[in-house]
């Protein structure tokens, strides 16, 4: 009787620790709930990612009339050069170099969206330097 018993409860204590599969295999809950975990793991860090780049955008429209947007034109007889400091699709920030009638991204930042306003008064200051006026 009292190995009935134990192999009852050894039998209820198998079936409750794996779960058959579709192809008549089995799993264990324990491998299936680290599946579920490292889903939810990344699901939350990519929630967080998310939240981040529009933290960055919000904080870029907040400095809107600051730092951002600013355009400077800096000329010298009938030649142009133009910068421009604005926002890139990822939550940062680029800087247009326009030269002839061509436009290059000189710069760009994710994190530190000071640095390209750093970098148009950088070019600036040398197109100045080579005797361009600068506004």
Known sequence: MKIILILLIMGLIGCASTKS?????????????????????????IEKEIVKKVEKKEVAKKLTG????????????????????????????????????????????????DYCQEVVDRVANKLSNAGFSCQ
């Open 21 to 45: 599969t579709k192809d008549g295999g089995s799993t264990s809950v324990k491998k299936e709930v680290e599946v579920e975990l490292d889903e939810a793991s990344e699901k939350k860090v």
């Open 66 to 113: 600051k730092k951002f947007g600013k355009n400077v034109t800096c000329t010298s007889g009938e030649v142009e050069r133009a910068l421009e400091n604005k926002f890139s699709d990822d939550g940062g920030c680029e800087v247009i170099y326009s030269k002839d009638g061509s436009e290059n991204v000189i710069a760009n930042a994710k994190n530190n969206l």
